[in-house]
DNA sequence: ACGCTGATGAAG
DNA sequence: TTCATCAGCGTT
């Protein structure tokens, strides 16, 4: 029987697309993440495909800051940040540099590695493990330290995973945002236990 | 439906 | 310096 490879990361030039093909892409892809000599795995059910300043919902639209300088940087990065003084939200940043786009992860299905997320997440429930941006990033372990990682270089990348035909692909508006409602910019997978749901 | 929680950036 | 805002979560 076949194993999963875990160790080939996506090469930068899978990030230097269009946020939107990227976060279409990403579907059926496996987040890795190298903790503690342990592998925490999971598959990419949800994206949001956030542009740069043309985007009025994007952390770029307005510039770069402090906090966003990461998306402006060149692609096959990690943009991480802080979101309601509590929660971590983990992107790639997409693009050629200076064009300032991202994929925020919103959702997994965990692959390998669930103790360990249990533990990290204070829960047995596997629903709930990562079924969102907050909860996959306490369940891998990320924080603010992961801001501007290089993704085909360190001890987070993202694998090729299955390939998702397209019907099985959804596509919504961004969850939560209040500008720039309305633009189909969400995809996850269709009838996946582990999209978020609010 | 609501409270928690604190960084962010714009306004002054 | 103050203030409204925020791409979330958990409990009710």
């Not at 875990?6 to 939107?20: G, I, W």
């Not at 300032?100 to 629903?127: D, F, N």
């Amino acid at each position: 029987m076949n194993h999963p490879d875990t160790t080939t990361k996506l090469p930068r030039e899978f990030y230097d697309r269009s946020a939107l093909t990227v976060a279409r892409d990403l579907l059926g892809k496996v987040v890795i993440r190298r903790w503690r000599d342990i592998l925490l795995a999971g598959m990419i059910v949800e994206t949001e495909a956030y542009l740069g300043k043309t985007d009025a919902a994007s952390h770029a639209a307005r510039g770069k800051t402090g906090r966003n300088a990461v998306m402006f940087g060149p692609p096959g990065y990690a943009y991480v940040y802080l979101i309601y003084g509590r929660y971590y939200c983990l992107n790639f940043v997409t693009g050629p540099e200076g064009r300032a786009e991202a994929v925020l992860i919103r959702a997994l299905e965990p692959v390998a590695g669930v103790g360990e997320m249990q533990t990290l997440r204070q829960t047995s429930r596997h629903r709930n493990l990562t079924s969102g941006p907050g909860k996959l990033c306490q369940a891998l372990s990320i924080g603010m330290d992961f801001n501007g990682r290089d993704l085909t270089a360190g001890r987070l990348y993202v694998t090729a995973g299955k390939a998702v035909p397209a019907p099985a692909i959804g596509t919504s508006p961004r969850i939560g945002i209040r500008k720039a409602a309305g633009l189909p910019h969400r995809y996850f997978i269709r009838n996946n236990p582990y999209v978020s749901s609010r």
